[in-house]
């Protein structure tokens, strides 16, 4: 059996989990838009790496891109901003470190499976995939390569919901699933979100960053960029700085800076 990766993430398009697991219930779905009470500042103090991206408003595609490392309190630029896409529904508020939902005194729409929306708040980024032998040049993130038996899972129902496997030899729980190795360049590269870490059914599953079809068409649910931009962020990245990524319509930005300790 080939080895699993970790993975929580959200929505068709855009999931690891030990070997052959026989199904059980699904978990219930709850009001992911239900306001949760995260710490003040959601990022971990270890976190010295950031991915922040900035949308005009809930309903945007096009985003805007920028990589911050922190040095003690402060957070310092690294390179110049680029553009990417997001979820064609636009955003709606997410399951990660910010909590589950829009936070205490914020409001806006929330993740669901199907919906089309990127999740916004805060989250850990995790592995990497894609369809090279080899990752990218100076990448520090684990990487899987993988093939046409790699899937991601996101039927709701199943036991494998919202997780990234090797299907070949599980028993398979699921009717729907996402095509880890696809005809196309979209998923070349990868980053696991670790959205909806707890898989609770219905608050949606597989999302990642991977390379955009064009600059003007929105995703399933993930973040898209150029596959230059991507090879730049893998190369970057270092799991051991904790790298985090916040997405955040501008006026939510604007009004969690402070508390979040955000640039």
Known sequence: MRRLIGLAIAMVGCSAEPEKVEPRPAREARDVGAPAVPPATPLPAEARQLLLGVVDDWEDVTAELQRFERAGQVWKPVGERWPAVIGSGGSGWGRGLHGQGAPGGRSGPAKREGDGKSPAGA????????????????????????DDSWVCVDDPRSAHYNRVLDAEGVKTDWSSNEQMRRHDELYRWVVLVDHNQEATAGAGSCIFLHLWRDAGAGTAGCTAMDKPAMERLLAWLDPAARPAFVLLPAGELAALRESWALP
């Open 123 to 146: 989250f850990a980024l995790g592995a990497s995939f894609g369809y090279a032998a080899r990752p990218v040049e100076g990448a520090r993130a684990p990487y899987t390569q993988v």
